[in-house]
């Protein structure tokens, strides 16, 4: 889409990509037609003509719309060198997929288009990172699409709905199977966005129906994370088309050397395959790690539970989090989001004015080898890290780890209460708790780690509890 999309900062990224790729030309992401909006009926109506993953985070309050559009085009396949630039093997292979689109109204509209690149670990398309942060989004007016560019994904739907879905397909009617099409889907994505100063063609969709972008950032979550490396590394610096990306939860080493701004953010969970070879903060690259949060938490699995309730037309109200047979009681109750919330803020303003963000402290670990081991406490809860206050100010052991029958239990951290005897010796009173509480909280509003509004919620919470009294 769009010859007419050229722009100051794609151009100056090309440069940056010609010095990148040496001798090799720049390769331009191909033509897409997109189509849409395309007719749904109400989320939660219960009909299989509705949004797969539409949001269950409310949208009609705040003004937002959500429609969904469907993508067409060519895709090549990209060679795969370790931290270098790709090269295109073949090309001209057809992909048509969909693509949700979730904005606010104009006046409310803060310039910022996030692009996640949805999971579809165990099969379902699972847009993750809105579940984490929807609602910080939609509080500060950002734009959000989501990308359905992976064939696990898109077969769940056409199951789902083969009428609304069935013409879907990113492997070239079977010709390729591994997902190499993802990336120039994904990047199409993004060109499709219109920025400050850009827009639509005749004839061509417009997306955000005339919101215009000052910044396009990618992020992904889990195995969505891990394509975001690779895309890193490999395809985006043939033609670059998002200012900033947020990697989370996965993902190995990234290159830095381009101009695009990578956060990378990581829940306890995470750090055990990766804390043995860390990657160094630099110009363009930030890692923070949340001590004594999961991969998979609370929070995620609620907003999960409403989105599969609202596909299927039933009740979204008092939903809980799954029993999952692991070993230990699953899921961390360290608030993850919170923390993203803020990297998300600080990504946003270091794009905008070069400003980095706040480095943090790496998990403490006891030993690297033969494998990882954490540092811990006394109670079981690890050392190092963004630690917030719900870690610190202990009234759990809450871990990133877990194991059990259920194949995904080592994702799902652990939440073990202390026992009354240990909460009084902890914290006498009520009012040494909040102020425990409170101090802690300030000092990681002050780093930057959390945002007021968590700060608020957090001190709030504590003042609400019965610890102490």
Known sequence: ??????????????????????VQAVAQVPAATISGP????????????????????GLADAAYIEEEYFIEGRANRYSNPELETAAIIDSDHRYKTRLVVRRPEPSAFNGIVVVEWINVTGGPDKDIDWWQSGSHFIRNGYA??????????????????????????????????????????FSAVGKAINRVGESAAVGEVDILAGLKAEQIIATGH?????????????????????????????GGRIRDDQPVK?????????????????????????QWEVAGSSHVDVPFEI?????????????TDNVQPRDQACELPPYSRVPFRDVMNAAFEHLVAW????????????????RMMPQVEFARDEYGNVLGGI??????????????????????????????????????????THEAYVRAVREVVEGNLADGYILPLAAQETIREAQASQIGR
């Open 1 to 22: 889409m769009g010859s007419s999309k050229g722009k100051l900062t794609r151009r100056a990224y090309a440069l940056v990509s010609l010095f990148l790729c040496s």
């Open 38 to 57: 395309i007719p749904a009926d109400k989320a939660g109506s219960g009909t299989l003509n509705t949004i797969y993953s539409a949001s269950a985070i």
């Open 144 to 185: 959000y699409v989501v990308v359905s560019a992976q064939q696990m994904g898109i077969d769940t739907m056409r199951a789902w709905s083969a009428e609304r879905y069935g013409s879907l397909d990113v492997t070239h009617d079977g010709m390729a199977t591994q997902d190499e099409l993802s990336y120039d889907i």
């Open 222 to 250: 889990s195995q969505s994370a891990s394509r975001l490396a690779t895309y890193l590394n490999n395809i985006h610096p043939l033609e670059p088309v998002f200012d900033g990306v947020m990697v989370h939860g996965g």
């Open 262 to 286: 990578i956060f990378k953010i990581m829940a306890e969970t995470d750090m055990m395959r990766r804390a043995a070879s860390p990657q160094p903060d630099t110009d363009t690259f930030r």
């Open 303 to 315: 907003e999960y539970a409403r989105v599969r309730n609202l596909r299927e037309g039933v009740s």
């Open 351 to 366: 794009v905008r004015d070069d400003v980095p963000p706040p480095s943090a402290d790496p998990l403490r670990l006891k």
């Open 387 to 428: 630690r917030l206050a719900e870690h610190v100010v202990a009234t759990a052991k809450n871990t990133g780890m877990n194991s059990g029958s259920n194949r995904f239990c080592f994702l799902y951290g652990s939440h073990q209460p202390f026992d009354q005897a240990t909460l009084e010796a902890l914290y006498p």
